[in-house]
């Protein structure tokens, strides 16, 4: 298993990110690990929403099968998918007011086989420089 977390202060309030950071349409301008789309998003997320998205960790691509688990907006969205050699995947993606900004945090949680030992330490510390690199550009986006 392979618990990651990364976090990011923006000066800007938690209604200026959450829209950016909840809209799956958006992954592509600043989630460095997601490849892509596969079919119909739905118009708006819900619980039991379903997608399909490739991403790329340590240089290879897996398609993941997401639900959307919990969808409190404008605070936290928690989709959880399946992937390829049945490996299982979570990702929180929050936000909150801090100070005069606000701060984003993406919880990422890779299980599986494959996902064990020393490739699970490479999946944790690839994902972590992902996650990190993907809100440096929310950052930018949000300004």
């Known amino acids: 298993m392979a618990q990651v977390t990364a976090t990011v202060d923006f000066p800007a309030p938690p209604d200026e990110v959450w829209p950016l950071m909840a ?14 789309w596969r079919g119909e998003l739905p118009e708006e997320l819900s619980v039991g929403a379903k997608l399909t998205e490739i991403v790329t960790v340590l240089g290879m691509a897996n398609k993941i099968e997401w ?10 969205v928690r989709i959880c998918g399946t992937g390829m050699a049945g490996a ?15 701060r984003a945090a993406i919880d990422a949680e890779f299980t599986g086989q ?11 510390k690839q994902s972590k ?11 930018d986006l949000v300004g």
């Open 88 to 102: 299982q995947v979570s990702f929180t993606l929050s936000v909150e007011p801090s100070g005069a900004g606000s």
């Open 23 to 36: 809209d799956p349409r958006r992954y592509e301008d600043w989630l460095t690990i997601h490849q892509g």
């Open 114 to 124: 494959l996902v064990v030992g020393a490739i699970g330490a490479a999946v944790a």
């Open 129 to 139: 420089k992902e996650l990190d690199a993907s809100l440096a550009k929310l950052a």
């Open 67 to 76: 639900t959307v688990e919990e969808y409190r907006v404008p605070t936290a």
